[in-house]
């Protein structure tokens, strides 16, 4: 591999700290050191010598400091290749070569995160900053690149074993790394100005695509042990992981279907919910956390083995002593007292995640094809405002409440689906079936495995009955509550079905597809 002794820097960056290892061994290495305002001031105080960018370019710092480095004697001495005509050229101009450029950019997105000033925005867009890593990238062959802080450690390391020589290989990696970085970073300048076309009245929806991804997280494998995978994201940003081995793929496919599930019961009563395979296997709201988790996993206890399992309120002492004698992959939940998290801790494996929040992105994106399918996520919640009444009787008010409930668990399973609810407790799903009459004979058949007398429960369905076939199976169950999109052009047929059996039928006009 073809070796590269690192000379002369150029270090310009937003946050100073976390320089002196780097500078350290630098300096160690006798390399000639150039930087820029702040973090020139920076590097002398910590005791180094470092020549201005000034003295080669001839220009001040200007416009507010929007031009500092945008100069031919600095770019020029970046992208050079180590190669006769381009040295010579150097030598004409009296241009210094750069070996090695350290950049940390302004902070776009902590910005916008505690900012809705534009023009404050604006003003952390990072142009300089941008430039310097694209061509120190592009000239990997001859120039190291260091994009970040947080990448600080690699180069020093690098520095080290190399006694101030660099790879290509290494060069190579660090360039990858770099245009990572700037491509992660112009699709958070993209994503913020998407959101501000789309509120533009007349916006074009095409111009409002935007996907981000950071770090690039290697998983132990994907799916299947024969896949490989990686997470490109902010972890962080979701939940807080308090115990338990590294987070699988099929974890967090599980994890983010969880935490969508319990977003449409965040501020009700105690509600828990168990997950295998992205579908909830029990759901179910009490008075009580112990009380709903019982619950929820008397609908199949059998699916809950090795499950994933979400709480919207804090997880108490009680409910971790129950929780503790299933074997479960992931606990969920927004806080763990001091007494569960010893008890919940004893499963050395077992993934303890305290939840910052349940809300959801509002864009999706799946990989179709060789590109991209970009939606918007399935946000609409079903109230009394949403509902018409279809048949000659009208639900109750218990009935109205269990209906909502199986409607936000229909949401949440995979088409084509049924949900039998009854006291705001999942009873059984049908779900992932071919047909609504299959699902709705797997939710029975299932109800009736674990139990459960269908008398007086409700049932949802994800999409309008084509016929009155599901309505007259679900009255020989003893359903007599129904919840529907409606929309079929044969819905009259399935609304005499449920008149004639006295089944209480509402439509919500809201189609729920989950593929």
């Known amino acids: 591999m073809q070796h590269r002794q690192i000379k002369s820097a150029l270090i310009s960056v937003y946050h100073k700290d976390g320089l002196e290892p780097l500078l350290d061994i630098l300096s160690a290495n006798e390399v000639t050191i150039y930087s820029t305002g702040g973090t020139q001031a920076h590097i002398e105080k910590l005791g180094h010598q470092v020549i201005p960018v000034e003295t080669i370019t001839g220009y001040p710092s200007i416009l507010d400091g929007r031009v500092k480095t945008l100069h031919p004697a600095v770019f020029g001495g970046i992208l050079a290749r180590r190669e006769p005509d381009h040295l010579a050229?150097?030598?004409?101009?009296?241009?210094?070569?750069?070996?090695?450029?350290?950049?940390?950019?302004?902070?776009?997105?902590?910005?916008?995160?505690?900012?809705?000033?534009?023009s404050t925005i604006i003003e952390k867009i990072d142009i300089g900053g941008i430039s310097l890593i694209r061509a120190a990238a592009k000239n990997y062959q001859d120039v190291a690149i260091v994009p970040n802080r947080d990448q600080y450690d690699i180069l020093v390391k690098m520095l080290k074993e190399g006694k101030g020589a660099l790879s290509l290989g290494q060069r190579?990696?660090?360039?990858?790394?770099?245009?990572?970085?700037?491509?992660?970073?112009?699709?958070?300048?993209?994503?913020?100005?998407?959101?501000?076309?789309?509120?533009?009245?007349?916006?074009?929806?095409?111009?409002?695509?935007?996907?981000?991804?950071?770090?690039?997280?290697?998983?132990?494998?994907?799916?299947?042990?024969?896949?490989?995978?990686?997470?490109?994201?902010?972890?962080?940003?979701?939940?807080?992981?308090?115990?338990?081995?590294a987070i699988s793929y099929n974890n967090l496919?599980?994890?983010?279907?969880?935490l969508g599930l319990m977003s449409e019961f965040e501020h009700s009563h105690p509600t828990v919910a168990i997950l295998?395979?992205?579908?909830?296997?029990?759901?179910?709201?009490?008075?009580?956390?112990?009380?709903?988790?019982h619950a929820a996993l008397a609908a199949d206890n059998v699916s809950a083995f090795g499950g994933i399992l979400v709480f919207?309120?804090?997880?108490?002492?009680?409910?971790?002593?129950?929780?503790?004698?299933?074997?479960?992959?992931?606990?969920?939940?927004?806080?763990?007292?001091?007494?569960?998290?010893?008890i919940l801790k004893k499963k050395k494996n077992r993934v303890l995640l305290n939840v910052k929040h349940f809300n959801r992105d509002t864009k999706q994106f799946k990989s179709m094809l060789g590109g991209v399918l970009e939606q918007d996520v399935d946000l609409k919640q079903v109230g009394t405002g949403d509902i018409e009444v279809m048949t000659t009787k009208a639900p109750t008010v218990a009935q109205l409440d269990d209906l909502y409930f199986a409607n936000a668990c229909a949401k949440h399973l995979k088409s084509n689906t049924i949900a039998l609810v009854r006291n705001r407790q999942l009873l059984a799903m049908g779900c992932g079936q071919t047909s609504r009459v299959d699902a709705l004979k797997q939710a029975i058949d299932k109800a009736g495995r674990f139990g459960f007398d269908l008398k007086g429960a409700?049932?949802?369905?994800?999409?309008?009955?084509?016929?009155?076939?599901?309505?007259?199976?679900?009255?020989?169950?003893?359903?007599?509550?129904?919840?529907?999109?409606?929309?079929s052009i044969k819905d009259d047929l399935s609304i005499e079905a449920a008149n004639k059996a006295g089944i209480a039928m509402v439509k919500t006009g809201t189609r729920h597809f989950k593929h």
């Not at 790394?177 to 007349?202: G, K, P």
């Not at 496919?253 to 969880?258: F, H, Q, S, Y």
């Not at 108490?316 to 998290?341: I, N, Q, R, S, Y």
């Open 276 to 293: 295998k395979h992205t579908n909830a296997c029990g759901v179910a709201t009490r008075a009580t956390m112990v009380d709903a988790w």
């Open 253 to 258: 496919v599980d994890i983010d279907a969880a």
């Open 172 to 245: 190579r990696q660090l360039a990858l790394r770099a245009f990572q970085e700037s491509a992660h970073y112009d699709a958070s300048i993209q994503q913020y100005f998407a959101q501000l076309v789309a509120a533009d009245t007349d916006s074009d929806p095409s111009l409002t695509f935007s996907a981000k991804a950071s770090g690039g997280q290697v998983l132990r494998y994907g799916e299947n042990p024969h896949q490989k995978g990686t997470f490109y994201g902010s972890l962080e940003d979701n939940f807080e992981q308090l115990h338990g081995k």
């Open 312 to 342: 919207n309120k804090p997880m108490d002492k009680a409910t971790a002593e129950e929780v503790h004698k299933l074997f479960c992959e992931v606990v969920l939940a927004p806080g763990f007292d001091e007494d569960a998290l010893k």
């Open 89 to 118: 050229q150097l030598a004409e101009h009296k241009l210094p070569e750069i070996d090695l450029v350290v950049v940390d950019l302004y902070p776009f997105e902590e910005t916008v995160a505690n900012s809705t000033v534009e």
């Open 458 to 487: 409700v049932m949802a369905s994800d999409a309008f009955f084509p016929f009155p076939d599901c309505i007259e199976i679900a009255s020989e169950a003893g359903i007599n509550a129904v919840i529907q999109p409606g929309g």
